[in-house]
């Protein structure tokens, strides 16, 4: 293992005991600092040693590969986050990335869904599977994602027993295994013991029949994990939305995710209590739904008002 490697090996595993970030955050920090360390490793230049001039070299190569500026500021806050750990663990005396301005974020407004869309979506759901089992189980994932805006990690990972007793509230585990209780609509609560009454059946069944120990996911699978992964759904959501007559590549988990948001506070939600179920840890992420909702009534206004037309 080289030096890098080694760095990387125990910054990723400091994150994860200390911070407890979760694998896809752990997996995004590898990538990034794998890549920033091949670059370094190719120029002769030791990580313990590299300055500010490299780091803002690498930079400006990321940026000629015509790499975002949302990539390529989460790649600096990546090296910055490695060098932070090399100083506080005696590796290195110095940060070189500390005083590096990044190159500040694309803003960009959250894709949409329409109430219409997503209505076609859920319906669409319902006649989405093999089997009568299969129908369900799309169902109550359509359901219970479109309720509760959360993410799809969150939704493939939740635990059966989250989902026992007709639950008006479900606790959901999110970033940084932080808790939080979201409510469940009238729609999803159904569709949630629907499904219930299916996978419980199906798993004594496998257990009568091979001795297989019962699950404890909602959503249980044959993998590693457990449980359904997010690439089967996402692969799943696409049938979903060809179903629908909906265009594959407009829907995804997180465009749902901003369509709860966006429908709550287009009801008349309040921004605080939308950030609580997405679980934001800052209300500026969430304020992003206002503009969505802004430019969606201006647009409305342009339109349709007599005296915009020309």
């Known amino acids: 293992m080289t030096e890098a490697e080694r760095w990387i090996s125990a910054f990723l595993d400091a994150q994860a005991a200390e911070l407890g970030a979760a694998r896809n955050t752990l997996l995004a920090y590898g990538r990034d600092l794998k890549d920033f360390t091949e670059w370094l490793d190719r120029r002769g230049i ?11 070299a690498y930079l400006v190569a990321c940026e000629a590969e015509g790499l975002s500026k949302s990539t390529r500021a989460r790649r600096l806050s990546s090296i910055r986050q490695l060098y932070r750990f090399a100083y506080e663990d005696g590796r290195r005396t110095d940060n070189p990335a500390l005083q590096i301005s990044g190159p500040g974020r694309d803003k960009r407004l959250p894709k949409v869904l ?13 006649e989405t599977g093999r089997n009568p089992a299969e129908r369900l189980r799309n169902t109550c994932l359509m359901e219970l994602l479109y309720a509760t805006g959360m993410r799809v990690s969150e939704l493939v990972g939740l635990p059966v027993a989250a989902a026992r007793g007709d ?8 970033k940084g295994d932080k808790e939080r209780m979201v409510p469940l609509s009238a729609p999803a609560r159904a569709a949630l013991s629907e499904w219930l009454i299916v996978r419980d059946a199906a798993e004594e069944e496998a257990r009568l029949r091979d001795r297989t120990p019962p699950g404890r996911h909602l959503f249980p699978a044959r993998g590693k994990d457990g449980h359904m992964t997010r690439q089967a759904f996402h692969s799943l959501l696409k049938d979903i939305a060809a179903a629908a007559r909906l265009s594959p590549a407009r829907v995804t988990p997180h465009v749902l995710r901003h369509a709860f948001a966006t429908h709550l506070l287009a009801g008349g939600a309040d921004l605080r209590a939308i950030q609580t179920m997405l679980g ?21 206004v342009l339109d349709h008002h007599p005296l915009a037309r020309d």
């Open 114 to 126: 329409g109430v219409p869309e997503v209505e076609a979506l859920l319906a669409a759901a319902r």
């Open 46 to 56: 030791p990580i313990a040693t590299a300055k500010r001039a490299d780091v803002e």
């Open 280 to 300: 934001h840890a800052d209300i500026s992420t969430t304020e992003i739904y206002a503009h969505v909702l802004e430019e969606r009534l201006r647009d409305l």
């Open 167 to 174: 639950p008006r509230m479900l606790l959901v585990r999110g």
